[in-house]
C-alpha cells in the first residue's frame, strides 16, 4: 500500500533559474520513518511542502509530474483540504504561530478541520504532553524562547493526527535531550514521518529509509543499511565524520574576556544566574545547555550586548556577535552591501568574506532570494569581515548542513589563534569539533565547566 | 474571568469616566484602571502607562493656556495671533484636570485591555466573524511584531559595530521591516492554509461557561454607563 507517490516531479519556483525540484519520483508507505539530507538548497524543503500540496498551489511556479497523497492529486486539492491527512512543520517557528495563547495555537487546526468540540481541549494537551510542553499550555507564545515555540508547532501538527507528518528541521533549536526524546517519539508513531534534517545522526539512528537530494535532484532513496554505507563512501560528513582535526592544545595568548559572577534577568524570570567564563585568545569554547538555560543571554553579554545587572566583565579586545536568527541580516538589497555594512561600506573586505564562507559570486544577490543556509553563511561573513578579536556566535549552524558545518569547523579552527571565540550550540558534534573547552549550563542556569 | 465580561467591564468603566461630570469620578475610575493595569508584568506595563500618562499630563499642561473658562486669573502670559493671550484661570486648571484625567481613564482601559485580557478568546467569541475578527487579531500583532523585529534589527548590526543613531539610521530600518512582514505574513497564511484554514465544516473549542463573577462584570458594566450619565 502507498501513502504518498510522487511522480517525474520537476518544479521550479517562480523566476528561478534552475529546477529546485528535478524529475523526482518516490513513494511513502504508511508508518515509515524517512530522512531527508542533502545539501542546503538542495531541494528538501520544497519536497516536503509538494507532499503538503502547498506547491503548487501556494508558491505558483512551474509544477511537471505527479503528486499522488491518499490516492489525491495535490494539483486538484487545495492544501487546506489535504490538512489533516497531512500535518507539516516548518523551518521557523515564529512565523507559523497565529494564537498568543499556546492551547489555542495548539486548538487552531482541530477547529479548522470540524473536530468534535469535546475532544478538541484533550488532543491539544495529548499533543502538548507528547512533546513535554505540557505545563506552557496557558503561557503566552511571544514569551516563549524558540526552542519552546518549536515544541509548540510540533504540538499542532501532532494534534492533528496525521497520516502523513512534514517536518523541515524540527529539532534545529532543540537541545540534544529534546531532540532525541522528539525523534523516540517519531518514531513511535503510526503515522508516516518525513523529516529534514542537518543533524542527521540521530535521525539516523531511527529512520527505516533515507533520500538524499542535491541540486534538485534524488541521488538516494534507500533502506537505512544501504544508505549509511552509501554516505559513508560518498558523503561522510552526514555520519558526523569529522574533517577537523585540533586535538593539539590550544595556542593561549593574553586573556580576551573575563566574566566574573555575572547575572541577568529578564521580567519574564528567564536569563542567567551568576557564572563566570575566562577565555583567552586562541581559545574556542562551546557553551550548550538546554533549552532556555540562559546561553544566548550568556552570549549576549560577553558581546557586550547586555549589560550585567550583577558582577563584572573585562573584555581585552573588539567583541563581535551572531544572532541566531539570520534573518536579521537583511538590511541591505544585496549580499556584498550587506556584509560591507560592519566595515564602512569596504566591499573588497566584503567580497574576501564572502568567499571564506563559501559563497563567492553571491555579491548582487538579494539576501532574502537565498536559501536559510546561505543566509546563515552571509550572516557569518557579515560578523566575520569585523575581524574581531572576540567571536561570539549564537546557534552559527542552525539550517547548515555537514560538510559546510565542517567547513565551519576548520574555518574557525584555522583563524583561531586571531582571537577568542564562543560558539552557542545545540550541536554537540560541531562543538566537538571546533572547541576547545565545553561549558554547559545547567537547566538552572548555573555555568559549569564540562571539560 | 472571560474575556468577554472583562472586556465589557473595561469598556464600562471608559465609559463612565467619558460620561462622569465630577473630576473625582473620573479619578476614583482612573484609580481603578491603574490598579487592574498593576497586575501585568512590569516590563510590559510601563510603555502602556507611561504612554497613557504622559498624553494626560500634556493635555493637563495645554489645555489651560488654549481654553477660556474665566476664573481667578493664576499667571498673564503674551498675546499669540489666532489663540489670543495666554492665561492660567482656576476654572481652566480645574477643566484641565477633569479633560486629563478623562484621557487617562481611557487610555488605561485600553492599556488593561491590551495588557491583561485573552485576545484570543475574546476574538473567537466573534464566531461567525471569525474570518474577520481573526484578520484584526493578527493586524493587532504587528505592531508588537515590528517592534521585536527592528530591536533584532538594530541588536544585529551593534552585534557588528555599527551603531543605530537617530532618525537616519532608523529610517534604515523601515525597508526591511516591510519586507520581513511582508514575508512573515506569507509564511503564516501557507502555515494556515496546511492546517486547513479556509475549509467548511469547523468547529470551536468548548469554552468556559460563564462563571458569577462573570456576570456580576456585565450588570456592573451596565450599571457603570447609567451611573455615567445620572450620578458621577
Not at chain 1, 508507505?29 to 539530507?37: A, I, S, T, W
Not at chain 2, 461567525?128 to 504587528?142: D, G, M, N, Q
Not at chain 2, 552585534?159 to 521591516?177: D, I, Q, Y
Amino acid at each position: 500500500m502507498v501513502l504518498a507517490r510522487v511522480e517525474g516531479l520537476t518544479y521550479r519556483h517562480p523566476e528561478a533559474e534552475r529546477p529546485a525540484l528535478e524529475d523526482v519520483s518516490l513513494e511513502l508507505h504508511p508508518g515509515e520513518l524517512v530522512c531527508v539530507l542533502g545539501p542546503s538548497g538542495s531541494g528538501k524543503s520544497t519536497l516536503l511542502r509538494a507532499l503538503a500540496g502547498l506547491v503548487p498551489h501556494f508558491h505558483g511556479g512551474s509544477f511537471v509530474g505527479r503528486v499522488e497523497l491518499g490516492g489525491r492529486d495535490t494539483r486538484r486539492a487545495r492544501p487546506s483540504e489535504l490538512a489533516g491527512m497531512v500535518a507539516s512543520v516548518f523551518q521557523d517557528p515564529e512565523d507559523q504561530v497565529v494564537f498568543t495563547q499556546v492551547e489555542n495555537e495548539v486548538e487552531f487546526g482541530l477547529e479548522n478541520l470540524g473536530v468534535p468540540p469535546t475532544e478538541i481541549p484533550r488532543r491539544a494537551r495529548e499533543a502538548l504532553g507528547a512533546v513535554g510542553i505540557g505545563r506552557l499550555a496557558m503561557r503566552r507564545t511571544p514569551e516563549l524562547s524558540a526552542g519552546e515555540l518549536q515544541r509548540v508547532c510540533l504540538a499542532a501538527a501532532l494534534a492533528l493526527r496525521p497520516q502523513l507528518l512534514l517536518l523541515d528541521e524540527p529539532t534545529s533549536q532543540l537541545d540534544p535531550a529534546a531532540a532525541a526524546g522528539l525523534l523516540e517519539l517519531l518514531a513511535e508513531l503510526d503515522a508516516t514521518v518525513v523529516v529534514s534534517e542537518q543533524r542527521p545522526a540521530r535521525p539516523l539512528e531511527h529512520c527505516d529509509r533515507v533520500l538524499f537530494l542535491e541540486a534538485g535532484r534524488l541521488l538516494l532513496d534507500a533502506p537505512r543499511e544501504t544508505a549509511l554505507e552509501w554516505l559513508a563512501a560518498n558523503r561522510p560528513a552526514y555520519l558526523g565524520r569529522s574533517r577537523s582535526d585540533h586535538r593539539e592544545a590550544p595556542v593561549t595568548g593574553d586573556p580576551i574576556l573575563v566574566m566574573d559572577e555575572v547575572a541577568y534577568s529578564y521580567a519574564e524570570n528567564r536569563g542567567v544566574g551568576p557564572s563566570s567564563l575566562e577565555l583567552a585568545r586562541g581559545e574556542v569554547v562551546a557553551l550548550a545547555g538546554p533549552n532556555g538555560s540562559g546561553k544566548t543571554t550568556l552570549a549576549k553579554l560577553a558581546a557586550g550586548l547586555l549589560e550585567p545587572q550583577q558582577g563584572e566583565i573585562v573584555r581585552g579586545g573588539r567583541p563581535a556577535y551572531l544572532s541566531q536568527d539570520p534573518g536579521r541580516y537583511v538590511v541591505a538589497e544585496r549580499v556584498d552591501e550587506e556584509v560591507a555594512l560592519g566595515v564602512g561600506g569596504d566591499h573588497e573586505r566584503a567580497r574576501a568574506a564572502l568567499h571564506t564562507v563559501g559563497l563567492t559570486g553571491y555579491d548582487d544577490r538579494h539576501p532574502r532570494d537565498l536559501s536559510s543556509g546561505e543566509r546563515e553563511r552571509v550572516a557569518l561573513a557579515s560578523v566575520l569581515v569585523t575581524d574581531p578579536e572576540l567571536l561570539v556566535l549564537d546557534e552559527p549552524t542552525r539550517g547548515m548542513d555537514p560538510e559546510r558545518k565542517n567547513a565551519l569547523a576548520q574555518l574557525l579552527r584555522r583563524e583561531a589563534a586571531k582571537r577568542a571565540t564562543v560558539v552557542v550550540t545545540h550541536d554537540l558534534r560541531f562543538a566537538a569539533d571546533v572547541a576547545d573547552r565545553l561549558v554547559a549550563l545547567g537547566a538552572h542556569q548555573e555555568a559549569v565547566v564540562a571539560a | 474571568m472571560n474575556p468577554v465580561p472583562a472586556a465589557a467591564l473595561l469598556g464600562g468603566l471608559a465609559v463612565a469616566a467619558l460620561l462622569a461630570d465630577r473630576t473625582a469620578s473620573v479619578a476614583v475610575i482612573a484609580a481603578i484602571l491603574l490598579a487592574f493595569c498593576f497586575r501585568a508584568p512590569r516590563r510590559r506595563r510601563w510603555p502602556y502607562l507611561v504612554g497613557t500618562l504622559a498624553s494626560g499630563l500634556v493635555l493637563f499642561l495645554l489645555s489651560p493656556l488654549l481654553g477660556s473658562y474665566g476664573g481667578v486669573v493664576y499667571w498673564e502670559g503674551p498675546s499669540i495671533p489666532v489663540l489670543g493671550r495666554l492665561d492660567v484661570t482656576s476654572n481652566e486648571l480645574e477643566e484641565a484636570l477633569y479633560q486629563g484625567l478623562r484621557l487617562i481613564a481611557v487610555g488605561l482601559a485600553f492599556a488593561a485591555y491590551a495588557l491583561l485580557l485573552d485576545h484570543d478568546r475574546l476574538m473567537q467569541a466573534g464566531g461567525w466573524l471569525r474570518r474577520s475578527v481573526l484578520a484584526i487579531a493578527l493586524a493587532t500583532r504587528l505592531f508588537p511584531t515590528l517592534e521585536r523585529d527592528a530591536a533584532g534589527y538594530v541588536e544585529a548590526l551593534r552585534g557588528r559595530g555599527v551603531a543605530v543613531e537617530g532618525l537616519r539610521g532608523r529610517a534604515r530600518l523601515l525597508s526591511p521591516l516591510l519586507a520581513g512582514s511582508l514575508e512573515r505574513s506569507l509564511n503564516l497564511a501557507e502555515s494556515m492554509e496546511a492546517r486547513g484554514f479556509g475549509r467548511p465544516g469547523r468547529t470551536r473549542a468548548p469554552r468556559a461557561a460563564w462563571r458569577p463573577i462573570d456576570r456580576v462584570a456585565v450588570v456592573a458594566a451596565a450599571l457603570l454607563v447609567v451611573g455615567g450619565v445620572l450620578w458621577f
